[in-house]
């Protein structure tokens, strides 16, 4: 989904910065829009400005500089409760006093509505995240993925047209919490609403979302897609951050158009595409994902390019195996095999050439 020009942006962050001591900035020139209906995360390391953002978009933190509009507003002076945005946090937030009715009914009571019209918005919310039957009940007789369903509801019972969700499944365990990744963006496409979503898991981003937004030192590094961002990331900030990445360090020896050669530290030389690498002689740092190497000869493309390399474990991981070789000097070079009748086993310290396709190897930054 491409960006979009800021007249038809449903939200967006116009030169946003923000400085919690007046000098050092934790969120830099934040120029972001999203249309309306789309599901977009905020992903990054702990301090990298994501949440930040998304409490700025919520009114709980103010901008030290630039504009937030929402649907063409300005909502840098509007506070919180008058924004119309609903949200979901890890803690559920959910009051323990109060039923489950009463706390999905709590947000409408605020905004002056009538009892009846109350009692068919819970209703309906309810039923939405599958708990029609648990409105008498308080917060502390549910599960945590029962009490993280509700959060979601009261979020979505004033019927918000941005939601805005952070680390709302981080409490929750590894199955559950894929269950709920699949929910939630189910719904939201369902209900056709906008989400902004922060997570530092980059698995659940590639999941759930639209476009993800991959933030590190209070900027955006890459915005696109899943695939984009995994297939062809612009730095190897990214390479690294998203998904499990090899890399091996060199020298840029010549440019050609769509290709580049690359001068690996022990000698060899490989084809690889410039991706933000300019000149001869500049270090870089290639990155291949390791479902994109080969081993097995009979497999290998006539346009594969192969490199020497050195077994040091082969693991058997069920759906997959799992090689780790010794590529280039980098002892971390990792292969990923589907589990296949005709998969070679290899034993640690064999000699083997591996390859993969020029097109496969992006040659970044090497910082």
Known sequence: MADQVNGDAFVAFERVQKSYDGETL??????????????????????????????????????????IKLDGVSINNIPPHKRGIGMVFQNYALFP???IAENLSFPLEVRKMGKSDREAKVKRALDMVEMGAFGGRRPAQLSGGQQQRIALARALVFEPELVLMDEPLGALDKQLREKMQFEITDLAHRLGITVVYVTHDQTEALTMSDRVAVFDDGRIQQLDPPDILYEKPQNSFVAQFIGENN???GVITS?????????????QVIDAV??????????TRVSIRPERVEFNKERLSPDAHTVKAEVLEFIYMGDIFRTRLRVAGNDEFVIKTRNAPDQ????????????????????LDAS
């Open 274 to 283: 410039p991706i933000n690498v300019t000149k001869e002689g500049e270090r």
């Open 247 to 249: 890399t091996l360090e």
């Open 97 to 99: 006093h109060m039923t």
């Open 344 to 363: 070679v086993r290899l034993e640690p310290g064999t000699q083997i050439e591996i390859g993969w396709l020029p097109e496969d190897c992006r040659a």
């Open 255 to 267: 440019i050609k158009g769509e290709t580049c050669e690359v001068k690996l530290d022990d000698g």
């Open 26 to 67: 934790v969120v830099k020139d934040l120029n972001l829009t999203m249309p309306k209906g789309e599901f977009l995360t905020m992903l990054g390391p702990s301090g990298s400005g994501k949440t930040t953002c998304l409490m700025m978009l919520a009114g709980f933190e103010t901008a030290t500089h630039g504009e």
